[in-house]
């Protein structure tokens, strides 16, 4: 009832004020939607909000009628079809008058609260999610919870989580960053610890992506005639770069496909892909292929 005639409220009101009509409705889980078949800004959905509220307060008598025909004939009065013989009238004075034959409070002031939880584009029109009574206290009582919680995990007090998730969006951008720059660092240094000319470099390396292990056999290929970097080999499976000085990468990633289940490709210079396999076994492997 509460949700109903809360939905009577808003309803009501935004044909009031904005001639919309309310020209579907569901009662869900989530509470109640409404589909009006007019744009509403953010600001106009608010201030009916405010405008609901405030009928909630004044307590008003919900009245039920059902009028004479040439009373009816005279009233405005929203409704979905046209309706044949008598009809039922609930008006709430001075917000909204209705064709309806359910189940309303004597009051206004049993509606309790009226939240308007979400508005959308819907075929043209808006879509309204609304609670109301204590479906809305339901609601503020669980986001409520969530935002304690989350002010405890940020240290935040809860009007300042929203500054307090940018700091960490910043923070975690700048960590990722700088990351990245050290990771290249890193990858640079021990490429220079191969020394130079080497026949074969065959190496694994934890936490490289694609980009990565492609950056860092490009460094390695300059101190090898062939490198072939690993990384992340969980269960044997290895993410890897295989470079060749001579160009003969494709022909060795055809043999990794046969001996080593590989899957991938690439250029004669460089392929890549995934390989499966001991570093032990692997590394026998690159370095009797000369
Ligand atoms: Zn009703």
């Not at 935004?14 to 889980?29: A, E, L, P, R, T």
């Not at 409704?79 to 209705?98: M, N, Q, T």
Request: hydrophobic fraction near 40%; glycine fraction near 10%; charged fraction near 25%.
């Amino acid at each position: 009832m509460q949700n109903h005639a809360g939905e009577h409220i808003v309803s009501g009101l935004i044909h009031q004020k904005y001639g919309f009509d309310n020209v579907g409705f569901h009662m869900g889980s989530d509470g109640i939607t409404l589909d009006i078949n007019g744009e509403l800004t953010k600001e106009q959905v608010e201030a009916i909000e405010e405008e609901a509220n405030r009928a909630v307060q004044d307590n008003i008598p919900i009245q039920v009628t059902i009028p004479a025909k040439d009373v009816l004939k005279q009233m405005d009065y929203r409704s979905k079809k046209a309706l044949e013989g008598d009809v039922r009238i609930v008006e709430i004075p001075g917000i909204d008058v209705c064709a309806c034959c359910g189940t309303h409070p004597l009051k206004t002031g049993e509606i309790h609260l009226i939240k308007i939880l979400s508005l959308q584009n819907y075929k043209g029109g808006g879509r309204i999610l609304m609670v109301a009574g204590m479906r809305a206290l339901a609601d503020y009582a669980g986001k409520h919870e969530s935002i304690i919680e989350i002010s405890h995990l940020l240290s935040a007090k809860t009007g300042e989580v929203c500054e307090a998730v940018s700091r960490l969006q910043k923070e975690n951008a700048d960590l990722k960053f700088r990351l990245v720059r050290m990771k290249k660092e890193l990858l640079a240094v021990k490429a220079e610890n191969f020394g130079a000319d080497k026949d074969v470099i065959c190496v694994q390396e934890p936490d490289l992506n694609g980009n990565e292990l492609r950056e860092y056999a490009n460094l390695l290929i300059q101190k090898a005639k062939r490198v072939l970097v690993l990384s992340d080999g969980g269960d044997d499976r290895w993410r890897y770069v295989l470079a060749d000085g001579n160009g003969k990468a494709k022909e060795l990633g055809a043999e990794i496909q046969t001996l080593f289940d590989g899957k991938g490709g690439g250029s004669p210079a460089m392929i890549q892909g995934t390989m499966t396999g001991t570093f032990k076994d692997i590394q026998q492997w690159i370095e009797t292929h000369l």
